[in-house]
């Protein structure tokens, strides 16, 4: 009864509405249940054509270590877009599409700054901020005549 597992690049192969839909039932009916007596798809919510596959997929996923599956949602899965779901936000990543930012220079203000970006996917543009924050005084610390302090000439 088992199957074999995938194998990320394996899984990025496949319709991601099928790696979907094998997603949701294992989430439902358990991936050790799942490994013990395969899965059966009941009612008519998905076709018959698509069915089988998404059976098999449901099945090989059931044996694929949870890594491989949460690597295939972060990086291949469309983020949750509703209205109570925030927009993704972090450092490097569109947050119009999600894509690959390009940097401009930096450009300094008080506690910290902002690179401009332009995404290499969309086109859209934009302002990334930071902040400085303090992480100690161990650099080049001179005492009045001149002379380095031990431990604090990073
Ligand atoms: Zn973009």
């Known amino acids: ?22 997603l949701a039932t294992v989430h439902a009916a358990g991936a ?9 798809i009941d009612g008519d919510f998905i076709t018959v054509d698509i069915k089988a596959e998404v059976v ?3 099945e090989r996923l059931a044996e694929t270590p949870w890594t491989v599956i949460m690597a295939y949602i ?6 949750v877009k509703a209205p109570d779901v925030p927009e993704l936000d972090e450092a490097g990543v569109c947050p119009v599409c999600g894509g690959e930012l390009e940097y401009g220079d930096r ?12 995404c290499t996917g969309c086109g859209a543009t934009g302002r990334e901020g930071f902040d400085t924050c303090f992480d100690g005084h161990h650099y080049r610390v001179r005492d009045v005549a001149g002379d380095p302090i031990p431990g604090r000439n990073d």
């Open 1 to 22: 009864m088992k199957k074999q597992q995938y194998s990320y690049e394996e899984l990025t192969k496949i319709d991601h509405m099928i790696v979907n839909l094998a």
């Open 32 to 40: 050790d249940a799942i490994s013990k007596n395969g899965v059966k």
């Open 56 to 58: 098999e997929v449901a």
């Open 74 to 79: 972060q990086r291949d899965m469309d983020p």
């Open 107 to 118: 450009e300094d203000m008080d506690e910290g700054g902002f690179y401009p970006w332009t």
